[in-house]
């Protein structure tokens, strides 16, 4: 192994830049190239066609099939110019990742290329092999996969691919996009409701999406000579370099050539793909970055952020590097997280939580600003388990990552508008007079976006227009924080609606019924606002007593899937049966315990097999130094020393390591998957895992440099 980590080294020392060449000086001329979606359709079918089509993307009604065949036949002609062979229906199942079957457009008995409008709709992928959570048997194979239109199709490697969603033959969602599209509906219909209090015109309201992503990048060779990042994309051993982040040198420092190459190289072809890719820097760790697009409609930004994912992938192998998109891939640096920015826009292009210059629409922007933090307060612990994982729990709460307590930054201005209006309770409103000033609400068009501060220790902090979500892993499909934060906002819009409905009926003024219910939610809200340091003890604490859920672990974290008020609010909005729900806990606790079992073999593996040899190697040798100098009469204590410290350190790990694979055997038994979850937890991760690799560190320090077998933090980081 050793002989492997010197050939990677040489291997980084003769690597040569890979020139890129943009197809144009300009991003207009190739932008959305490989993309057919509504506008490519807009101009390429017919009027009555295109009708058609939009009325069902608008409405989420169904395609009928001479209009599917038509659209069929354009695509067909369309991706074949573009080169592809083949298509699939390209779908995210519950792993976690995308998946696809491709089908040839070639037909053997006629000679030609067919592709009909019953293939773009619809196909039936085997479904036994994904994850279901006991919902499909292993028997029962059939699943189905339907277009979503309001994606845009694209061709990727000669293959033309169909958003789709999918799932099961008895109808129960096998993915993260159906739940999606059925929240996305739902805070449609009720912020539609509630801005008709303010503009009878409004007619729809979509949730939009920016997801910045942040990435490791390594190069490929001591990337592939690091076992546990091959088998599980984190550093399960590593002692931490001289020269880390501490210098903050690397944050939007100049881009190391090699990866600006690499960068340049996958936003061309995340651009041909319509993949509005917008901002790209370093981050703060060593070799971390950050790519950022363009706000789009939430459904259209997740399935641009996970084929997104894939091309980096690609692209990254290309350049003869590694893109690692795990939360915590090496001790004591960054994590890496997507930062969901989230925002609500009407038909008519409005933000709705942009405060304005008028003072109605401040009161509309306070409508759905209050309510979004109500909706974070009564569904904390949902939330949380939107963004549980086994890699997310290494993250949250180290290096600028957000604790796992939820709470709400929202900055000292508009704290204190809220606070005015809470307190503000007793005043009286002659006709004539102007409310709004009474109320301070004329103040809000001062807030900017630069006024509004930001708080890196706050999972869920209003950035000025919008939410920051910054609780999301890196490695996690959006989709399902998404659901959860579109469910929780319409049912808290929709409670709003009905509470000031309520207000109106026994006569009081609109304005006033408004303001009212803002007031009960501002004062019932105020627990889970926070504008502090979310590290410190003092915060612990104070949430404590504000009863906020502080749950550090997966396992325990998802339980807020199956309480009554999660599975009330799925089943209120049709998003999910409490069938589905218990399916899915069930497939993330699955997750877990394979993750945190991966690691543990891993770490057996490397410290049997690399570690020890290793170690016993250089201690022979040693304590052939030390017979040599008592040979000669040469003091030889300080030797002994470091003989019995490397010793006392491979006991640690010999040990360490056998009885983590006896509990392992043991744990394995547990047929409960929940109890499996919580024991591998408890009795692998955090009684073992610290323990074997401080030990297995701590050698590293004492083992001979030239013989030591795994890339060191020093060169996995810092080379490229």
Same mark, same amino acid.
């Given at each position: 192994?050793?002989?492997?980590?010197?050939?990677?080294?040489?291997?980084?020392?003769?690597?040569?830049?890979?020139?890129?060449?943009?197809? *144009?000086?300009?991003? &207009?001329?190739?932008?959305?190239?490989?993309?057919?979606?509504?506008?490519?359709?807009?101009?390429?079918?017919?009027? /009555?066609?295109?009708?058609?089509? /939009?009325?069902?993307?608008?409405?989420?009604?169904?395609?009928?099939?001479?209009?599917?065949?038509?659209?069929?036949?354009?695509?067909?002609?369309?991706?074949?110019?573009?080169?592809?062979?083949?298509?699939?229906?390209?779908?995210? #199942?519950?792993?976690?990742?995308?998946?696809?079957?491709?089908?040839?457009?070639?037909?053997?008995?006629?000679?030609?290329?067919?592709?009909?409008?019953?293939?773009?709709?619809?196909?039936?992928?085997?479904?036994? *092999?994904?994850?279901?959570?006991?919902?499909?048997?292993?028997?029962?194979?059939?699943?189905?996969?339907?277009?979503?239109? &309001?994606? #845009?199709?694209?061709?990727?490697?000669?293959?033309?691919?169909?958003?789709?969603?999918?799932?099961?033959?008895?109808?129960?969602?096998?993915?993260?996009?159906?739940?999606?599209?059925?929240?996305?509906?739902?805070?449609?219909?009720? !912020?539609?409701?509630?801005?008709?209090? =303010?503009?009878?015109?409004? &007619?729809?309201?979509? @949730?939009?999406?920016?997801?910045?992503?942040?990435?490791?990048?390594?190069?490929?060779?001591?990337?592939? !000579?690091?076992? /546990? +990042?091959?088998?599980?994309?984190?550093?399960?051993?590593?002692?931490?370099?001289?020269?880390?982040?501490?210098?903050?040198?690397?944050?939007?420092?100049?881009?190391?050539?090699?990866?600006?190459?690499?960068?340049?190289?996958?936003?061309?072809? $995340? +651009?041909?793909? %319509?993949?509005?890719?917008?901002?790209?820097?370093?981050?703060?760790?060593?070799?971390?970055?950050?790519?950022?697009? *363009?706000?789009?409609?939430?459904?259209?930004?997740?399935?641009?952020?996970?084929?997104?994912?894939?091309?980096?992938?690609?692209?990254?192998?290309?350049?003869?590097?590694?893109?690692?998109?795990?939360?915590?891939?090496?001790?004591?640096?960054?994590?890496?997280?997507?930062?969901?920015?989230?925002?609500?826009?009407?038909?008519?292009?409005?933000?709705?939580?942009?405060?304005?210059?008028?003072?109605?629409?401040?009161?509309?922007?306070?409508?759905?600003?209050? $309510?979004?933090?109500?909706?974070?307060?009564?569904?904390? %612990?949902?939330?949380?388990?939107?963004?549980?994982?086994?890699?997310?729990?290494?993250?949250? %709460?180290?290096?600028?990552?957000?604790? @796992?307590?939820?709470?709400?930054?929202?900055?000292?201005?508009?704290?204190?508008?809220?606070?005015?209006?809470?307190?503000?309770?007793?005043?009286?409103?002659?006709?004539?007079?102007?409310?709004?000033?009474? +109320?301070?609400?004329?103040?809000?068009?001062?807030?900017?976006?630069?006024?509004?501060?930001?708080?890196?220790? &706050?999972?869920?902090? =209003?950035?000025?227009?919008?939410?920051?979500?910054?609780?999301?892993?890196?490695?996690?499909?959006?989709?399902?924080?998404?659901?959860?934060?579109?469910?929780?906002?319409?049912?808290?819009?929709?409670?709003?609606?009905?509470?000031?409905?309520?207000?109106?009926?026994?006569?009081?003024?609109?304005?006033?019924?408004?303001?009212?219910?803002?007031?009960?939610?501002?004062?019932?809200?105020?627990?889970?606002?926070?504008?502090?340091?979310?590290?410190?003890?003092?915060?612990?604490?104070?949430?404590?007593?504000?009863?906020?859920?502080?749950?550090?672990?997966?396992?325990?974290?998802?339980?807020?899937?199956?309480?009554?008020?999660?599975?009330?609010?799925?089943?209120?909005?049709?998003? $999910? *049966?409490?069938?589905?729900?218990?399916?899915?806990?069930?497939? +993330?606790?699955?997750?877990?315990?394979?993750?945190?079992?991966?690691?543990?073999?891993?770490?057996?593996?490397? !410290?049997?097999?690399?570690?020890?040899?290793? @170690?016993?190697?250089?201690?022979?040798?040693?304590?052939?130094?030390?017979?040599?100098?008592?040979?000669?009469?040469?003091?030889?204590?300080?030797?002994?020393?470091?003989?019995?410290?490397?010793?006392?350190?491979?006991?640690?790990?010999?040990?360490?390591?056998?009885?983590?694979?006896?509990?392992?055997?043991?744990?394995?038994?547990?047929?409960?998957?929940?109890?499996?979850?919580?024991?591998? $937890?408890?009795?692998?991760?955090?009684?073992?895992?610290?323990?074997?690799?401080?030990?297995?560190?701590?050698?590293?320090?004492?083992?001979?440099?030239?013989?030591?077998?795994?890339?060191?933090?020093?060169?996995?980081?810092?080379?490229?």
């Amino acid at each position: 192994m050793a002989i492997l980590r010197f050939k990677a080294l040489e291997l980084v020392q003769n690597r040569k830049r890979i020139e890129v060449h943009p197809p *144009s000086s300009k991003i &207009s001329d190739y932008y959305s190239i490989n993309a057919f979606g509504i506008k490519q359709m807009k101009y390429t079918l017919s009027p /009555d066609i295109f009708e058609k089509v /939009d009325y069902a993307v608008q409405k989420g009604k169904p395609i009928d099939n001479n209009t599917a065949d038509a659209i069929a036949s354009v695509v067909k002609i369309w991706a074949l110019e573009k080169g592809a062979t083949h298509y699939t229906h390209w779908f995210q #199942p519950l792993t976690g990742s995308t998946a696809e079957k491709h089908d040839a457009f070639y037909d053997v008995e006629s000679e030609l290329e067919h592709f009909k409008g019953s293939a773009l709709v619809q196909q039936e992928p085997d479904a036994s *092999s994904f994850p279901s959570g006991g919902i499909r048997s292993t028997f029962e194979a059939r699943g189905y996969t339907a277009w979503d239109p &309001s994606s #845009p199709m694209f061709v990727l490697n000669n293959t033309l691919c169909i958003p789709t969603v999918f799932v099961s033959y008895t109808g129960e969602a096998l993915d993260y996009k159906a739940p999606l599209l059925k929240a996305n509906e739902a805070i449609n219909k009720a !912020a539609t409701k509630v801005c008709r209090f =303010f503009d009878r015109n409004v &007619s729809s309201v979509h @949730a939009y999406l920016g997801c910045e992503q942040e990435y490791f990048v390594l190069d490929r060779a001591l990337y592939t !000579a690091r076992p /546990d +990042l091959v088998m599980g994309s984190r550093t399960v051993f590593g002692h931490n370099p001289a020269r880390g982040q501490q210098l903050d040198d690397h944050y939007f420092g100049s881009i190391p050539p090699r990866i600006y190459d690499f960068m340049q190289d996958f936003e061309i072809e $995340c +651009l041909k793909l %319509g993949i509005p890719v917008r901002t790209r820097h370093n981050e703060v760790a060593p070799s971390q970055f950050e790519v950022a697009p *363009s706000f789009e409609e939430i459904n259209i930004a997740t399935d641009h952020n996970q084929l997104m994912m894939d091309v980096m992938e690609r692209v990254s192998l290309k350049h003869n590097l590694k893109v690692i998109f795990h939360e915590k891939p090496f001790a004591g640096l960054n994590g890496s997280g997507k930062h969901n920015n989230w925002s609500l826009i009407t038909n008519d292009g409005v933000n709705l939580f942009q405060p304005s210059s008028s003072a109605r629409e401040n009161l509309q922007f306070l409508s759905f600003f209050v $309510c979004t933090i109500k909706a974070v307060h009564e569904h904390a %612990g949902l939330l949380r388990a939107s963004v549980a994982s086994a890699g997310n729990d290494y993250r949250l %709460g180290g290096q600028e990552a957000p604790p @796992a307590i939820f709470s709400v930054f929202i900055g000292k201005q508009l704290t204190d508008v809220l606070d005015e209006l809470e307190h503000n309770g007793n005043i009286k409103v002659k006709k004539g007079d102007n409310m709004y000033v009474k +109320l301070g609400i004329d103040k809000i068009p001062s807030i900017i976006q630069d006024n509004t501060d930001r708080n890196r220790t &706050s999972p869920f902090a =209003f950035t000025g227009n919008k939410f920051e979500f910054r609780a999301v892993g890196a490695d996690s499909n959006v989709a399902a924080p998404m659901t959860v934060l579109n469910l929780a906002v319409a049912d808290q819009l929709n409670k709003f609606t009905s509470a000031v409905e309520k207000e109106i009926d026994n006569g009081m003024e609109r304005r006033l019924a408004i303001i009212k219910i803002l007031r009960e939610y501002i004062k019932t809200s105020k627990p889970v606002r926070f504008e502090g340091d979310g590290y410190s003890e003092e915060w612990i604490k104070e949430a404590a007593k504000r009863n906020l859920p502080n749950v550090k672990d997966t396992p325990r974290a998802l339980k807020a899937y199956l309480n009554k008020k999660s599975i009330q609010l799925y089943k209120k909005y049709h998003v $999910c *049966s409490e069938r589905e729900m218990q399916a899915r806990h069930e497939i +993330l606790l699955e997750n877990y315990i394979l993750k945190i079992q991966i690691e543990a073999r891993i770490m057996g593996d490397l !410290a049997l097999n690399h570690i020890i040899p290793t @170690a016993v190697a250089y201690q022979n040798k040693l304590i052939a130094n030390a017979n040599g100098l008592k040979g000669l009469g040469i003091d030889n204590g300080a030797v002994i020393t470091t003989i019995k410290e490397i010793s006392k350190h491979l006991e640690e790990v010999k040990v360490g390591v056998y009885e983590m694979i006896e509990e392992r055997k043991r744990i394995n038994k547990i047929e409960d998957v929940e109890e499996r979850a919580l024991a591998y $937890c408890d009795d692998i991760k955090v009684k073992y895992f610290e323990r074997i690799r401080y030990a297995v560190d701590k050698l590293e320090l004492y083992v001979d440099s030239e013989e030591w077998p795994l890339p060191k933090y020093r060169e996995l980081l810092f080379l490229r």
